[in-house]
């Protein structure tokens, strides 16, 4: 049996048709890599984007109907937990990879380039970079929005509680009187007089009320402070 020669000229000749084909998907991965850094810019623009958007061309039947949301339930959320429903482009904390990622999948998924995009959030995240939970939408039309992605942690449970005096003055008024009934309480007997009576109890609780509702007032005017729904979609801060 006769042992084949080695050609050297043919091992040359494979090794550079290997090195090419190497070459080829070197420059597959940096094409793709190429677009998606670039796919990464053209999103980030629409977060920083100026020009109002009405709606997208989503594919209706790609969507998650658990996560389209009427313009009227996203207003009633924010009045009733003081958050703002503002541009993204008014948002001043970091938008986390994940809703980048979420945001190519859909585009890559519906063909389209999203734009319009709109945050849920606390006042401050607008400002100031904060760990609670903003929530990231896109317009669909007609007054409804999709949610794209959530990040943070939750909202404090009690926090609905919390900001219920700023939801309207009635319930502020609410507060300034309960407030001044327990300060009135705390005062002890004939502090002032000797008698105690239920006059002199209701002269310190008007004291009180006025010394309260006065801060109040003081603390709203000063700071620019305003009621929830009259907040909920104002990009001003003294709103």
């Not at 929530?135 to 007609?142: R, V």
């Amino acid at each position: 049996m006769r042992i084949k020669m080695t050609n050297i000229e043919e091992k040359l000749e494979r090794l550079r048709a290997n090195e090419n084909e190497g070459d080829k998907i070197l420059d597959a991965v940096r094409e793709i890599l190429e677009k998606d850094a670039q796919k990464q810019t053209n999103i980030q623009k629409n977060l920083q984007g100026n020009t109002p958007v009405v709606g997208n061309a989503f594919d209706f039947d790609l969507l998650e109907t658990d996560k389209i949301y009427h313009i009227s339930q996203i207003k009633k959320i924010c009045i009733d937990y003081r958050l703002r429903f503002l541009s993204s482009k008014y948002f001043k904390g970091e938008i986390p990879q994940e809703a980048f990622s979420k945001i190519k999948q859909i585009e890559k998924e519906h063909e389209i380039e999203v734009k319009g995009f709109k945050i849920v959030a606390p006042s401050k995240l607008f400002k100031l970079a904060d760990k609670d939970d903003p929530l990231l939408f896109a317009p669909i039309g007609n007054d409804y929005y999709y949610l794209i992605h959530k990040w943070g942690n939750d909202l404090h449970p009690l926090r609905k509680l919390l900001v219920l005096p700023f939801k309207n003055i009635v319930n502020l008024a609410v507060l300034v009187f309960l407030i001044s009934c327990l300060c009135t309480a705390l005062v002890p007997d004939g502090l002032f007089s000797k008698s105690g009576s239920g006059s002199e109890k209701m002269v310190i609780f008007f004291f009180m009320f006025k010394c309260i509702a006065s801060v109040v007032i003081f603390y709203g005017f000063a700071l620019g402070k305003n009621f929830n729904p009259a907040i909920w979609n104002s990009k001003y801060f003294n709103a």
